[in-house]
């Protein structure tokens, strides 16, 4: 079972990002999907969720307008469509899959996003 999160990388202010998060080993449909992000020197904080149901939860406003999440269930992949970048969004970017029902939680590798000013 592994997870993992990619898509990162160095873009100006203002532009965008696509992040995929992929599983392997297991279905992501069946889990709760975040989006968790830490910035250097901070703790990490969760960014948007998105249920086995596909309910939308923004865990940060500051991203409300500007980040979106979907899932592919075919593909097996959940996307973190991130606009408007803004410097303080530069941060390693995580995927997680949860189900608390069956006590699993799984974290994958992580993938840096830089936006600079």
């Known amino acids: 079972v592994q997870l993992q999160a990619s898509g990162g990388g160095l873009v100006q202010a203002g532009g965008s990002l696509r992040l995929s998060c992929v599983g392997s080993?297991?279905?992501?449909?069946?889990?709760?999907i975040g989006w968790f992000r830490q910035a250097p020197g901070k703790e990490c904080e969760g960014v948007l969720f998105i249920s086995s149901s596909g309910v939308k939860t923004y865990k940060l406003e500051s991203v409300k307008g500007r980040f979106t999440i979907s899932r592919d269930n075919a593909q097996n992949m959940v996307y973190l469509q991130m606009n408007s970048l803004k410097p303080d969004d530069t941060a390693v970017y995580y995927c997680n899959a949860y189900a608390p029902r069956r006590g699993e939680d799984f974290w994958g590798k992580g993938t840096l996003v830089t936006v600079s000013s």
């Open positions: 080993g297991f279905r992501l449909d069946g889990y709760e």
